[in-house]
Every structure is written in structure tokens, then in C-alpha cells.
């Protein structure tokens, strides 16, 4: 996927493939390199945008004024000097950007009077202070400059660069916060705007695309029956058609082509989406037969038969489909796993789903390729490339603590605490939390794991520094010689806390946090403190709790739940496996499309899923909160929480 969509990128990143949002972005680059590349994207609209006539060639084969960081100190100088003053130091800072010079751009921007600026330079200094906000990591800030009084009075009088400069940066910053509907709406006004550029024009119609695509099913239905502007509307229904039946391939392509021949004169009639474009080779290339690969025996037993339960329900209610597979069950428990593998290549398998255990992964890992698209059901080491042919996919809790990390350093938090449970999960989860809380540019206070319910008093209680205040109770009454009247205060220096615990275990932390007087602290917590069980009042302790966690608990109409509700009775523990399954068979006639379009999503039941460059299946899943005892999705809250 590539990033803002502007012409005239410097040489050295017409090839760069970084991500198309400001918060995506920063899941894979630091900070500092992201709004790097950002701004070199942006740096041919400051030239023309700030009218300078000593900056300005005249001649289209004469370059612009080069500096280097030798010469920009008296380039600064000059320009303090010079009649255009602010037209220079707006092209210098945006080269200081280019040489990752932060602190330097951010002071010479301080020079920068914005009521002294003429008014031609309001949006070029707007995108300029709005950037510089976020390599701060503050993008409700930049939000802020971007809509601010001023900058819309100078909308009307802008150049077409900077209109188009201006809106772009806002539809980015707009889908990076989750704003889908106004990144949605700005991303209309630029197709528009963009008639006159194609190129560009199509990249704009791509993320048009990824952002409606973010828009729950049901929003979609009523935007495409509300939107009055025919261009719109078209966008919506062939979103809304699309989302309907993404777990239809057939389906899917056939009223794809539907719409195409009711709207012949739509732009995404004339240029479909990338990822709808591969529908008809998709759907011609599915496999006629399917091996699965599970163990069926042994510790990992329960798990495999409730991931098996879930991709039976998906394979049964795709029956009316054409070209429907047939499935071959095979038991990883009994048998060497190289062996039966080929066993069931040999038996006609044309695609692989498993297997679940990492060792076997491994083992499979050491075959210099595969011989048929196998999609496993775990991720191990996430330094390992996958063999070609492989695609690693599970429920790793490494992608809920990236996630919880980035919507925490969103919400404005800079300093956190982690506490968890000590156990292989909880450390890995936390070492993820970790790594990506860093790379944010976010601090680590205090990290705690816990054990025994028992010690969760004394473990809260140090962790918020009780202790010391009480001491320094004891230390000031021996002082005075008086008794003091006193509440003990918690520390000050933390945002939130980031929790890895079970349902049963966050029941008891979380009142602990309150009694030691830290109960107004944001807990972000993983999946695993939600099974899918309604406890209200038990679950009145997790009030205000905020969690990652899987749409299968919220989507009531999923026909694979009802399946295995009857068939198994649906059993809370299994929640998870049974999503699993259900979306590793939907994902196997998706295997290409996500491989070949990067910007390719899938929105299953454990979540948003795309696929990295080393062919392994990263998670996305749903926000929901406790209140009242009861978990509702983000977008559902009830207005006030009860207590």
C-alpha cells in the first residue's frame, strides 16, 4: 500500500511502499521516519503553494534551491533577511524534515508568526504545524490545525495544490483516528477534485475503498439508501454488496458484476477496486479439495475438534456454492507430520488447512517450499520467514497487545503500567505491549505480573507507591508529634495500565485498583478477559474496562454460530477456536487476493485480518466495554455507565 497520493514524489520514494494512514503507519516505522516520508510526499506542494518568485523557477528545467546541512544554518540567516521570508523558512523546514532534522524543523517552525503569514501561506504552514504534531504523536492536535477557523477562511482563496494538499492530509488523518465517515466524505470531495489527474485520482479511489470497507455492514446498508449524490450512493451499495457476501466467493463476484452493468458510467464501474478485481480468477482457482490437518488426540484435542466444528459450520453453509470442496480430515497426533502431509498431497488435497501445533509448523517450516497453499492454524516465531507456499495464521496475543498499544498512544496516554498474568501468554503479551508501546515513543512506568490472588493487594499496593505515602504519613506525625489525619495518594506518573487477565482474575484486580485509590486509572485489557459469558452481576466490578476482542461475540445473525450452537451446544471455553474455524475456511479462497493487493482486508470473526510480507495473517479485532456489567461494542455504549 502506498502512502498519500501526491505527484511529483522525490526520486527516492517512487518506489516506497510504506502504509496509506498516519496510525498505520506507525504500527511499522518509528515516528520520526514516518512523518519523514510523509513530508518528503508533501514537499512539492510548499514550492508552488507559497508563491515565492525567489523560489519558484521559472523555467520547468531549472531546480529549485538545494540545501544541504551545511548550508542551512545560513540559508535560515538569509532568510531572515530576505523579503519572503516566511515562503524560505516554510521550504527549509519541510528540507529539515527531509534530513530527519525534528528538533531543528520544529524550532525554525517557531520562528513562524501564523498571524503574520499572508494569506497564501496559511495552509502550507497549517500542513506544516499539523505534521509537526504528529511525529509528536498528537493527531487530535493536527485534527485541530486542520479545521481551524483560519484555514477554512483560507480554503476559498487556496490554489488547487493546496486544496488538494489540505484534503488529503485530513482524509488520512481522519481514517487513522477512525473517523471513516468524514475520511469517506473528503475522499468524495477529492475525487472530484482530482478529474484532471488520473494517476492520482485512482490511488485516491483505492483508500476510498479501504475506508468504506472500515464501516459496519448495517452503516453501509443505510448510507447507500440515505446518500442523495449518485456518485456516493454508488460507492455505498457496491461496499454494501461486497461486505454482504465476502464469505461467498461466487456470490460476491456475480452481484459485483451486477452493479457493474447497472452503474456502467461509475468510476469504480470503470475501475473496480484491486481486490474485486481478482474476483473472477479467484473464484475459477478455488480448490476442489481440502486437507485438514488437527490433532485429533492427546492435549490439543478439545481445541481441534472445536476448530474443526467451526470450519464444518462454514463448509456447510457454503454448500449451495459452485465448486463447493470436498474436506479430508487428518489426525497430526498419530502420525509424522512430513508423512501426512504428502499423504493427503497424494489423496488429492490441492490446499492445506493446519496444522495447529507450532512444533509441526516448524517442522514444515524446514521444506524449501510447499507444493499447495497451506494455511496453518498458529504463528511461531515472528522473526522466521514462512516457506513459500505457507501462511501462517492463529490468535496470537502479540496482535492484541500491538493494538491496545496503539489505540492507548491515540487516546493521548504516554505512560503506562503493565501488569499480567505470570504465564506464557501474559509474558508474551507484555513483551509485545512492550515493543510497540516503545516504538510509539511511549514510557513503561512499572511492569508487574502477578500469580496468586492472595498477594494482588500488596502487588497493587507497591505499584502505586501506597506504601510510600503512608511512610511519609508516619515520618511527618513523628515530626509535629501529632496524629494526622490523612488519605494516602497513589502515584501521579501513570496514564493507564495495560492488562493481561482472566475474567475471574480482572474481578478481583480491578477492585483492588480502586480500593488503593488508582480506580480512576484506563484499563486497557486483551480478549482474554471476555469469554462471551453475561455475568452482569459478577462483570459490575469490570465497569469501564476497555478491551480487544472478537466480532463473533457481537454479530447475532452469523449463521455458523447457529450451526454450532445446535450441533455442539457452543461452549463458552471454545469461543475463540470456534471463530477460528469458521474464518480459516473462509480465508482459503482469499489466500491470493491478500497476498497480491496489499491494502486487501478480510473482516471475519476474529477480526480484521491482512496478511504482512512474510505471508503471516495479523489481527485486528473489535473495541467493547464493560458497563453496567454488561460488554457492549464501542459504537453502543449506553450514555452513562452504570456504576
Same mark, same amino acid.
Given at each position: 500500500?502506498?502512502?498519500n497520493?501526491?505527484t511529483?514524489?522525490?526520486?527516492?520514494?517512487?518506489?516506497?511502499?510504506?502504509?496509506p494512514s498516519?496510525?498505520?503507519?506507525?504500527?511499522?516505522?518509528?515516528?520520526?521516519?514516518?512523518?519523514k516520508?510523509?513530508?518528503?510526499?508533501?514537499?512539492?506542494?510548499?514550492?508552488?503553494?507559497?508563491?515565492?518568485?525567489?523560489?519558484?523557477?521559472?523555467? @520547468?528545467t531549472e531546480?529549485?534551491p538545494?540545501?544541504?546541512?551545511?548550508?542551512?544554518?545560513e540559508?535560515?540567516?538569509e532568510?531572515?533577511?530576505?523579503?519572503?521570508?516566511?515562503?524560505?523558512?516554510?521550504?527549509?523546514?519541510?528540507v529539515? *524534515?527531509?534530513?530527519?532534522? $525534528?528538533? %531543528?524543523?520544529?524550532?525554525t517552525?517557531a520562528?513562524?508568526?501564523?498571524?503574520q503569514?499572508?494569506?497564501k501561506?496559511?495552509?502550507?504552514?497549517?500542513?506544516?504545524?499539523?505534521? @509537526?504534531? $504528529?511525529? &509528536?504523536?498528537?493527531p487530535?492536535?493536527?485534527?485541530? *490545525?486542520? %479545521? =481551524?477557523?483560519?484555514?477554512?477562511?483560507?480554503?476559498?482563496?487556496?490554489t488547487i495544490?493546496?486544496?488538494?494538499? !489540505?484534503?488529503?492530509?485530513?482524509a488520512?488523518?481522519l481514517?487513522?483516528?477512525?473517523d471513516?465517515?468524514?475520511?469517506i466524505e473528503?475522499?468524495?470531495?477529492?475525487?472530484?477534485?482530482?478529474?484532471?489527474?488520473m494517476?492520482?485520482?485512482?490511488?485516491?479511489?483505492?483508500h476510498?475503498?479501504?475506508?468504506? @470497507?472500515?464501516l459496519?455492514?448495517?452503516?453501509?446498508? #443505510?448510507?447507500?439508501?440515505?446518500?442523495?449524490?449518485?456518485?456516493?450512493?454508488? %460507492?455505498f451499495i457496491?461496499?454494501?454488496?461486497s461486505k454482504?457476501n465476502?464469505?461467498?466467493?461466487?456470490q460476491?463476484?456475480?452481484v459485483?458484476?451486477?452493479w457493474?452493468?447497472?452503474?456502467p458510467?461509475? /468510476?469504480?464501474?470503470?475501475?473496480?477496486?484491486a481486490d474485486?478485481?481478482? !474476483?473472477?480468477?479467484?473464484?475459477?482457482d478455488?480448490?476442489?479439495q481440502?486437507?485438514?490437518?488437527? /490433532?485429533f488426540?492427546?492435549r490439543?484435542?478439545?481445541?481441534?475438534?472445536? $476448530?474443526?466444528?467451526?470450519?464444518?459450520?462454514?463448509h456447510?453453509?457454503?454448500?449451495?456454492?459452485?465448486?463447493?470442496?470436498?474436506?479430508?480430515?487428518?489426525?497430526t497426533?498419530? +502420525?509424522?507430520? +512430513?508423512?501426512?502431509?504428502d499423504?493427503a498431497?497424494?489423496?488429492?488435497?490441492?490446499?492445506?488447512i493446519?496444522? #495447529?501445533?507450532?512444533?509441526?509448523?516448524?517442522?514444515l517450516?524446514?521444506r524449501?517450499?510447499?507444493?499447495?497453499?497451506?494455511?496453518?492454524?498458529?504463528?511461531?516465531?515472528?522473526? #522466521?520467514?514462512?516457506?513459500?507456499?505457507?501462511?501462517?495464521?492463529?490468535l496470537?496475543?502479540?496482535?492484541?497487545?500491538?493494538?491496545?498499544?496503539?489505540?492507548?498512544w491515540?487516546?493521548?496516554?504516554r505512560?503506562? @503500567?503493565?501488569?499480567?498474568?505470570?504465564?506464557g501468554?501474559?509474558?508474551?503479551?507484555?513483551?509485545?505491549?512492550?515493543?510497540?508501546?516503545?516504538?510509539?515513543?511511549?514510557?513503561?512506568?512499572?511492569?508487574q505480573?502477578?500469580?496468586?490472588?492472595?498477594?494482588? =493487594?500488596?502487588l497493587?499496593?507497591d505499584?502505586?507507591?501506597?506504601?510510600?505515602?503512608?511512610?511519609?504519613?508516619?515520618?511527618l506525625a513523628?515530626?509535629?508529634?501529632?496524629?494526622?489525619?490523612f488519605e494516602?495518594?497513589?502515584?501521579?506518573?501513570?496514564?493507564?495500565?495495560?492488562?493481561?487477565a482472566?475474567?475471574s482474575?480482572?474481578?478481583?484486580?480491578?477492585?483492588?485498583?480502586?480500593?488503593?485509590?488508582a480506580?480512576? #486509572? /484506563?484499563?486497557?485489557?486483551?480478549?482474554?478477559?471476555?469469554?462471551?459469558?453475561?455475568?452482569?452481576?459478577?462483570d459490575? &466490578?469490570?465497569n469501564?474496562?476497555?478491551?480487544t476482542?472478537?466480532?463473533?461475540?457481537?454479530?447475532k445473525?452469523?449463521?455458523?454460530?447457529?450451526?454450532i450452537?445446535?450441533?455442539?451446544g457452543n461452549?463458552?471455553?471454545?469461543?475463540?477456536?470456534?471463530?477460528?474455524?469458521?474464518?480459516?475456511?473462509h480465508?482459503h479462497?482469499?489466500?491470493?487476493?491478500?497476498?497480491?493487493?496489499?491494502?486487501?482486508?478480510?473482516?471475519?470473526?476474529?477480526?480484521?485480518l491482512?496478511?504482512?510480507?512474510?505471508?503471516k *495473517?495479523h489481527?485486528?479485532?473489535? %473495541?467493547?466495554?464493560?458497563?453496567g456489567?454488561?460488554?457492549?461494542?464501542?459504537? &453502543?455504549?449506553?450514555?452513562?455507565?452504570a456504576?
Amino acid at each position: 500500500m502506498k502512502i498519500n497520493h501526491f505527484t511529483g514524489l522525490p526520486s527516492q520514494l517512487k518506489n516506497t511502499t510504506v502504509t496509506p494512514s498516519i496510525c498505520s503507519g506507525i504500527k511499522h516505522l518509528s515516528i520520526r521516519r514516518y512523518s519523514k516520508i510523509l513530508l518528503l510526499c508533501l514537499a512539492s506542494y510548499f514550492v508552488v503553494a507559497c508563491g515565492s518568485t525567489t523560489t519558484i523557477p521559472t523555467d @520547468m528545467t531549472e531546480e529549485p534551491p538545494r540545501y544541504t546541512l551545511d548550508t542551512i544554518a545560513e540559508a535560515i540567516r538569509e532568510a531572515e533577511l530576505a523579503g519572503h521570508r516566511n515562503e524560505q523558512l516554510l521550504e527549509i523546514i519541510r528540507v529539515l *524534515i527531509d534530513f530527519d532534522e $525534528i528538533d %531543528w524543523a520544529r524550532d525554525t517552525l517557531a520562528k513562524l508568526v501564523p498571524q503574520q503569514l499572508e494569506s497564501k501561506q496559511i495552509i502550507p504552514y497549517a500542513l506544516l504545524d499539523a505534521e @509537526m504534531a $504528529i511525529i &509528536d504523536g498528537q493527531p487530535f492536535r493536527a485534527k485541530g *490545525i486542520l %479545521w =481551524s477557523r483560519h484555514v477554512s477562511n483560507a480554503e476559498d482563496q487556496a490554489t488547487i495544490i493546496q486544496q488538494i494538499a !489540505l484534503h488529503e492530509l485530513r482524509a488520512d488523518l481522519l481514517y487513522s483516528v477512525g473517523d471513516y465517515r468524514e475520511s469517506i466524505e473528503t475522499r468524495l470531495i477529492l475525487d472530484e477534485m482530482l478529474l484532471e489527474d488520473m494517476e492520482r485520482r485512482e490511488r485516491n479511489q483505492d483508500h476510498l475503498w479501504q475506508a468504506l @470497507m472500515e464501516l459496519p455492514q448495517e452503516d453501509l446498508a #443505510l448510507e447507500s439508501e440515505m446518500q442523495t449524490n449518485d456518485t456516493a450512493r454508488g %460507492w455505498f451499495i457496491l461496499a454494501t454488496l461486497s461486505k454482504n457476501n465476502q464469505t461467498k466467493l461466487h456470490q460476491q463476484l456475480e452481484v459485483v458484476e451486477n452493479w457493474a452493468f447497472n452503474w456502467p458510467a461509475h /468510476p469504480a464501474s470503470l475501475r473496480l477496486p484491486a481486490d474485486l478485481q481478482l !474476483l473472477k480468477q479467484l473464484s475459477q482457482d478455488q480448490p476442489r479439495q481440502l486437507a485438514i490437518l488437527l /490433532p485429533f488426540s492427546g492435549r490439543y484435542a478439545d481445541a481441534a475438534r472445536a $476448530i474443526r466444528d467451526g470450519i464444518l459450520a462454514a463448509h456447510y453453509q457454503n454448500s449451495s456454492q459452485e465448486n463447493h470442496p470436498i474436506i479430508k480430515l487428518y489426525d497430526t497426533s498419530k +502420525d509424522d507430520i +512430513d508423512s501426512l502431509y504428502d499423504q493427503a498431497l497424494s489423496e488429492g488435497a490441492e490446499l492445506v488447512i493446519g496444522p #495447529l501445533e507450532k512444533e509441526r509448523i516448524a517442522q514444515l517450516l524446514l521444506r524449501p517450499e510447499l507444493p499447495v497453499p497451506t494455511l496453518t492454524l498458529n504463528r511461531i516465531n515472528a522473526e #522466521l520467514d514462512s516457506t513459500p507456499g505457507m501462511f501462517q495464521f492463529g490468535l496470537a496475543v502479540e496482535d492484541e497487545a500491538e493494538q491496545v498499544a496503539l489505540q492507548a498512544w491515540r487516546d493521548g496516554h504516554r505512560s503506562a @503500567m503493565i501488569l499480567v498474568e505470570n504465564s506464557g501468554q501474559g509474558q508474551r503479551s507484555a513483551a509485545s505491549f512492550r515493543e510497540h508501546w516503545s516504538r510509539l515513543g511511549g514510557e513503561i512506568v512499572r511492569e508487574q505480573s502477578y500469580l496468586e490472588q492472595k498477594a494482588y =493487594s500488596q502487588l497493587i499496593k507497591d505499584s502505586m507507591h501506597i506504601s510510600y505515602s503512608n511512610d511519609r504519613r508516619k515520618r511527618l506525625a513523628r515530626l509535629i508529634g501529632k496524629t494526622l489525619e490523612f488519605e494516602p495518594r497513589r502515584r501521579k506518573d501513570i496514564d493507564f495500565i495495560f492488562l493481561y487477565a482472566r475474567p475471574s482474575q480482572a474481578r478481583q484486580l480491578k477492585p483492588t485498583l480502586a480500593f488503593h485509590y488508582a480506580g480512576d #486509572l /484506563p484499563v486497557y485489557a486483551t480478549s482474554k478477559i471476555y469469554n462471551g459469558k453475561v455475568d452482569s452481576k459478577m462483570d459490575r &466490578d469490570l465497569n469501564n474496562i476497555r478491551f480487544t476482542t472478537l466480532p463473533w461475540f457481537f454479530n447475532k445473525t452469523l449463521p455458523e454460530k447457529h450451526s454450532i450452537e445446535q450441533l455442539t451446544g457452543n461452549n463458552a471455553n471454545y469461543q475463540s477456536l470456534y471463530a477460528l474455524g469458521v474464518d480459516a475456511y473462509h480465508l482459503h479462497p482469499r489466500l491470493k487476493q491478500l497476498e497480491l493487493i496489499k491494502q486487501a482486508q478480510f473482516y471475519g470473526s476474529t477480526g480484521k485480518l491482512r496478511l504482512d510480507e512474510k505471508r503471516k *495473517i495479523h489481527r485486528e479485532q473489535a %473495541w467493547a466495554q464493560f458497563a453496567g456489567g454488561k460488554v457492549f461494542p464501542l459504537s &453502543d455504549l449506553p450514555n452513562q455507565n452504570a456504576r
